[in-house]
């Protein structure tokens, strides 16, 4: 049976504080950043990561140190100090695996990002309300809980931890949470029962997600519609900053304002994206039980400037990530093709490799059968018929009722998408259809 235990989900939410609230946490993320630096500067000085084996004790020296900072210590929640030195030693270790660093950089005072407080079991405490509609969080050393802004996600799953976190001036919380069985049937439900169908699943820069059955997915790109609002902010601070270093003077409060402004900015775009992200995810995994998708290596294609600006707004990674745990989830198979298999230069038809196959040609021709067809169309069909060969198995037929929900449920959560022209040279098929029949392409309605 699947293994219940290894699954953890999270869940974030905007918070509402009243001012003692805010100003209690500002004092811990204080307190936060303090604890940081204090480990940056035990680092920088003994450039040994020994220091960092046992974060108890530091976490103890610290508290020494900085005992009239403290306001109460019985009451303080000396967790969130143990937590940042052992993040800090995984983040250490993670950093000089592959480079030798001299000095760690400090936490600036005054900043936008504030380091995350994290909290243990034992110092909160879920409340439910029983006139409110909503839940709240308790927390040790305050008087009334926090209120969240949406309700808890999964009301019979225990929460291993939580973490508070303060971006471009907004409070949110983040909670781990290890899922029960009971709300795990629950999450099935939400992606249907199985169906047996397989989707091949092509990624690209121009039609970002092209689908096997002749559909393509758009993405927003945020970013690039918030363009011309980044660069006037960024351009006044940056005027701003000139005059501040050449009248040696700190940074004013102007040039704070508009810095939170332009990380609100970043925040809302980051959102839209997200937001974006998971509601196509969600859909694939619930109309298809095999989904394939190709082994991107984005770091390489980051390497090309005009790529990586779009790239970084399509957010090939975070569709990996979710696709991953979704199909976990709903116990359907998430597969993905190797780097070499040359999905674009492949026939989908007859199984032809051409030589070359440059990226400005858009549309394949196929010397060998014939074929035209779109080229991430061609790519798409590639993927999902080397996921079927590589598993083993096999797929049902999707019908056209199966494609007419699939494009109602994209059209109700507002998913551009739209149904490729089919290129395909109809009569050529009918009368060449030995080659479709070899490689079972129309016996599954891949090619109509
Ligand atoms: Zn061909």
Same mark, same amino acid.
């Given at each position: ?8 989900? &999270? ?27 204090? =480990?940056? +500067? ?20 610290? @508290? ?30 993670? @950093? ?14 005054? *900043? ?25 969080? @308790? ?19 225990? /929460? ?7 971006? =471009? ?10 899922? *029960? +069985? ?23 820069? $121009? ?6 059955? &002749? ?35 700190? !940074?004013?409060?102007?040039?704070? $304002? ?20 998971? $509601? ?5 995994? !619930?109309?298809?039980?095999?989904? =394939? ?5 984005? %770091? ?5 400037? /005009? /790529? =990586? ?8 990674? +975070? ?39 440059? @990226? ?20 798409? /069909? ?26 109602? *449920? ?7 998408? $739209? ?20 490689? &079972?392409?129309?016996?599954? &309605?891949? %090619?109509?």
């Amino acid at each position: 049976m699947y293994n219940t235990k290894q699954i953890c989900l &999270g869940q974030k939410t905007k918070i509402h504080l009243n001012n003692a609230q805010k100003s209690y946490l500002d004092y811990l993320f204080r307190i936060t950043r303090l604890a940081k630096n204090y =480990a940056v +500067e035990q680092f920088n000085q003994t450039h040994d990561t020994r220091i960092f084996n046992d974060p108890y004790q530091l976490s103890e020296q610290f @508290l020494k140190q900085n005992k009239n900072i403290i306001k109460d210590l019985t009451t303080f929640p000396i967790f969130i100090i143990q937590s940042v030195f052992l993040d800090m030693q995984i983040q250490i270790k993670e @950093l000089l695996k592959n480079t030798t660093v001299e000095k760690l950089r400090l936490y600036p005072k005054k *900043d936008i990002h504030f380091p995350s407080l994290k909290f243990a079991p034992s110092h909160f405490q879920i409340v439910n309300k029983k006139d409110s509609k909503k839940d709240y969080v @308790l927390i040790k050393g305050l008087k009334h809980p926090i209120k969240l802004s949406t309700k808890l996600r999964f009301k019979n799953s225990h /929460i291993i931890s939580i973490t508070f976190k303060k971006r =471009a001036g907004v409070y949110m919380l983040g909670m781990r949470i290890k899922l *029960d +069985e009971k709300d795990r049937k629950i999450i099935i439900k939400k992606y249907e029962k199985k169906n047996n169908h397989a989707i091949g699943i092509d990624l690209g820069i $121009k039609e970002t997600m092209t689908l096997s059955n &002749g559909i393509t997915i758009r993405y927003p790109c945020p970013y690039e519609t918030n363009k011309n609002k980044i660069s006037i902010i960024n351009k006044k601070i940056s005027a701003k900053r000139f005059v501040a270093i050449k009248n040696k003077t700190p !940074r004013s409060n102007n040039i704070r $304002k508009l810095e939170l402004k332009l990380a609100k900015l970043s925040l809302h775009i980051t959102n839209i994206r997200l937001n974006y992200i998971h $509601k196509i995810t969600t859909i694939l995994v !619930r109309h298809f039980d095999y989904i =394939a998708m190709e082994n991107l290596d984005v %770091l390489e294609l980051f390497q090309n400037r /005009i /790529i =990586a600006r779009k790239l970084g707004d399509v957010s090939f990674y +975070e569709t990996f990530r979710q696709l991953i745990y979704k199909t976990k989830l709903a116990e359907k198979i998430f597969y993905q093709v190797d780097r070499y298999f040359p999905s674009t230069k492949k026939c989908a038809r007859c199984g032809h490799i051409k030589k070359k196959m440059p @990226l400005s040609e858009r549309t394949y021709y196929c010397e060998n059968c014939h074929l035209i067809i779109n080229r991430d169309h061609n790519a798409a /069909i590639n993927i999902k018929w080397r996921m079927i060969e590589d598993i083993g198995c096999l797929p049902s037929k999707f019908t056209l009722v199966d494609f007419q929900n699939l494009q109602l *449920d994209l059209k109700k959560n507002n998913v551009y998408s $739209k149904k490729l022209k089919q290129e395909t040279d109809m009569s050529h098929l009918k009368s060449d259809n030995k080659f479709g029949r070899r490689c &079972g392409l129309y016996k599954f &309605g891949c %090619l109509k």
